[in-house]
């Protein structure tokens, strides 16, 4: 169908945007060859969108309901400003745009907009990144103390962490699918378009095609740009971005896995000390958390003015 079109996009981008987030820091350290990491990553991201995505659908639908038209404008704004943003090289929240979006093309039909679910979602654009900036800078503590009584080699521990890094990076791609994937196809289910199953299944296989098609950009930013860490550090942080995301998940409320990891990173860099951030980079990163619902926002609200008399 025409009008899932958009939606196909915005899965693509995201998966182009989000990649980093799950397996950037596994490449950059080694233990996942680049090739691999994606494959492995477009397979779980399916995975978890297909089996545990329909429960932030029901969010999204409550609050902005749209008809096919105004869905198809949703997902074209929100597509076209996470692929602005991933052509620049930055982490953008893609949970964001959706929200701008559904919100601007809400305003412009004169559809009503459930503004106490809209404040429980920008609540978790805060405690997201916080959250896990908090849990990776306590596992680092911990984590950091349990090495040094540990009377094991280093080349033991390396590979320990090496194969923590695999096994984690899957479940933060699964994470990334069952909570993302409502920024894809959420609106869709909501306007009665798809049921949820297949709606999971489509938007888990763009946001595939996504990861396996043009994740280098960002991440080169998240991986190699922000922080430097190495393996037990990367460890720490992947393990506190999927743990947020799983529960986000848990109680339906899609959040931005770039917010997550972002703040996971920024944890692990602040157990190192402050001079371990690269804070000019973090500042235009958060810039852009900033200005992203916004630009959708505005998008959508446009979008529709020009298109809505067309789509109905």
């Not at 477009?42 to 297909?50: C, D, E, K, P, Q």
């Not at 969010?59 to 309901?65: D, F, G, I, K, R």
């Not at 105004?70 to 959706?98: D, E, I, N, R």
Request: net charge positive.
């Amino acid at each position: 169908m025409w009008a899932l079109l958009p939606a196909l996009f915005m899965g693509w981008a995201l998966g182009a945007n989000d990649a980093a987030n799950v397996c950037g820091l596994a490449i950059t350290t080694g233990a996942l060859r680049y090739r691999w990491a994606l494959i492995l990553t477009g397979m779980f991201v399916t995975l978890g969108a297909f089996l545990s995505g329909a429960k932030g659908m029901g969010t999204y639908s409550a609050l902005a309901a749209h008809g096919l038209g105004g869905a198809f404008v949703v997902a074209l704004a929100a597509g076209l400003t996470v692929t602005a943003m991933t052509w620049k090289g930055l982490p953008v929240s893609t949970s964001q745009a959706a929200v701008g979006a559904i919100v601007g093309v809400a305003l412009a039909a004169g559809k009503p907009v459930d503004w106490s679910v809209f404040a429980r979602i920008a609540i978790s654009w805060v405690s997201s990144p916080l959250g896990a900036l908090l849990i990776a800078f306590v596992l680092h503590a911990v984590v950091g103390f349990l090495l040094s009584h540990l009377p094991l080699s280093l080349e033991v521990l390396d590979r320990v962490a090496r194969l923590g890094l695999v096994l984690i990076s899957l479940w933060g791609a699964y994470a990334l699918g069952a909570n993302n994937v409502a920024n894809v196809v959420g609106v869709f289910v909501g306007a009665k378009v798809l049921p949820a199953h297949l709606a999971g299944l489509l938007g888990g296989a763009a946001i595939a095609l996504g990861v396996l098609t043009y994740a280098r950009p960002v991440i080169e930013t998240v991986g190699q740009r922000l922080v430097q860490v190495g393996t037990w550090p990367a460890l720490v942080a992947l393990g506190a971005q999927a743990a947020v995301l799983q529960i986000f998940t848990a109680v339906g409320v899609p959040v931005s896995s770039s917010q997550a990891v972002v703040g996971a990173v920024v944890g692990v860099g602040l157990a190192k000390g402050v001079s371990a951030v690269n804070l000019r980079r973090v500042g235009g990163i958060v810039a852009g958390w900033v200005v992203t619902p916004a630009v959708a926002g505005a998008l959508g609200f446009l979008l529709w003015l020009g298109l809505g008399r067309f789509l109905g």
